[in-house]
């Protein structure tokens, strides 16, 4: 059975059991094992249940994007939209067990979700939402159809994601001072700069990019992590997500956006806006 073949499947087969909401055991690992962390439009982290999804009641008109892209290992930020009052927003993995229930800011129709991601991932996901609106309805599922872009993974890995198509570059220096970014990608321990996403303007549809030190090569010490808005391909505001993955810590999350009145600099080492410092191990 083919790719496409296997999703309807298990499209048809899930729709069977109630919008996705089958209850009962996992097929495999588990939500959480996918998408480790969920934040809601104010920064709040989601809280997790075992489970199935609530099962839809009422009428509520529920928008997402069908499909987007992301990197095993770093964020992706997905524009909930609905034509009424989001209360609460749902996200499970289709096929898995459990799901993230995130809390939305009172008024609002639109809300953007942050879900940061496991570092071993198959090569898709489908990632299903759920809304619940201020009159206690719940939507039927929809579905966003995530392609994994796979990068490598290590002890300290680096990513940053953005959201329109910019040339935003990541800078990390590592403890011993050397500055992995794209005119230097490789350090002397091994640190790469493995996913160049638009370098030059060259628009690739990406909008990630990697920094990793593999297993057994990641120097101890201080790390410091810059984004720099290389060239503003498109004259418009980008708002952009760090992920630090570091071995046997939680993921950490940075938000922030550069201007659109905020062409580039084509920057060179040293450059970037400061998005934090860690310590490995």
Known sequence: MNRLSTLWTIAVAAALCA??????????????DQVTG????????????????????GDVI???????????????????????TIVKIYVAIQGEDGYWEVTVPAGSSVADVLLTLAQQLPSELVIVFEVADSNGNVSVPVSVVTTIIKVATGDVAVSVSWNVENDIDLHVVDPNGFEVYYTDDVSPEGGML???????????G????????????APAGTYTVRVDNYDNCTST??????????KGKPPQTF??????????DGGQAG?????TTFTYP
Not at 206 to 217: F, Q, R, S, T
Request: net charge negative; glycine share 14%.
């Open 19 to 32: 919008g996705f909401a089958c209850g009962g055991g996992s097929r495999s690992s588990g939500t959480r």
């Open 38 to 57: 969920v934040q809601g439009p104010d920064g709040a982290a989601a809280t997790y249940h075992t489970g199935a999804l609530p099962a839809p009641k």
């Open 62 to 84: 529920v928008t997402v994007p069908s499909t987007t892209n992301a990197i095993n290992g770093g964020s992706t930020m997905i524009t909930v939209e609905a034509e009424s």
């Open 194 to 204: 493995d996913l160049d996403s638009n370098a030059a303007c060259v628009i690739d």
């Open 206 to 217: 990406i909008k990630n990019e990697h920094i990793v030190w593999p297993d057994g090569m």
């Open 237 to 246: 505001a980008a708002n952009y997500v760090v992920t630090i993955q570091t």
């Open 255 to 264: 938000m922030g956006s550069f201007l659109a009145t905020d062409l580039g």
């Open 271 to 275: 450059s970037g806006v400061l998005i």
